[in-house]
Nanobody, 123 residues
């Protein structure tokens, strides 16, 4: 059974940076697409970023492109989300997910999910 555990969330000011981590256990996910989603209060869960096993095929949602960077260290079974220039609209619970081979924006194609980590950005 695969387990994903997110960490690194917190309360920051607008313009600050945070790095989220997602540690995987149970089996190797080095061939799997990994993604970050987020859900703000009263809103549906939305796609943020995803990459493939090699980390060279990456997707971002438009609102974070140029500010967020997804990366992975397969030796550590960990995926990261570096978030720069944060703004209050980035406030949400951030979830890590593991899927099939190719990264996709479709949440239904991810088989494993973490419990989420809260990111709050004050203005």
């Amino acid at each position: 059974q695969v387990q994903l555990v997110e960490s690194g969330g917190g309360l920051v000011h607008a313009g600050d940076s945070l790095r989220l981590s997602c540690a995987a256990s149970g089996r190797s996910l080095s061939s799997n697409a990994m993604a970050w989603f987020r859900q703000a209060p009263g809103k549906e869960r939305e796609f943020v970023a995803a990459n493939n096993g090699g980390g060279d095929y990456i997707k971002y949602t438009d609102s974070v492109r140029g500010r967020f960077t997804i990366s992975r260290d397969n030796a550590k079974s960990t995926v990261y989300l570096q978030m720069n220039s944060l703004n209050p609209e980035d406030t949400a619970v951030y979830y890590c997910a593991a899927g099939r081979t190719l990264p996709t924006r479709a949440s239904g194609l991810y088989d494993y999910w973490g419990q989420g980590t809260q990111v709050t950005v004050s203005s």
